[in-house]
């Protein structure tokens, strides 16, 4: 799991890590869940890319083909 700190644009994501806490001293190891909280991290969670789907265009009766013609593209390419 990821967190994000927004006044200090970090992120974390796991293992040990050196920060400057918000009372001037230093950390460095693997903080737990509610120091990162404490130290105004949240729980990062990357957007989502939204995209459109494109229409399907229904056949028309100009696309429709008869079976003779389709049997003559089948024999005669």
């Known amino acids: 799991m990821a967190y994000y700190n927004k006044t200090t644009d970090e992120y974390y994501s796991g293992g040990p890590f050196t920060l400057t806490k918000p009372d001037g001293s230093s950390f460095y190891g693997i903080p737990t869940i ?8 949240e729980e990062y969670i990357p957007p989502v890319e939204e995209y459109e789907e494109e229409p399907v265009e229904e056949p028309t ?4 083909i008869t079976a003779e013609e389709a049997l003559d593209i089948i024999v005669n390419g």
């Open 34 to 41: 509610e120091e990162l909280i404490e130290w105004g991290f």
């Open 61 to 64: 009766d100009e696309d429709e």
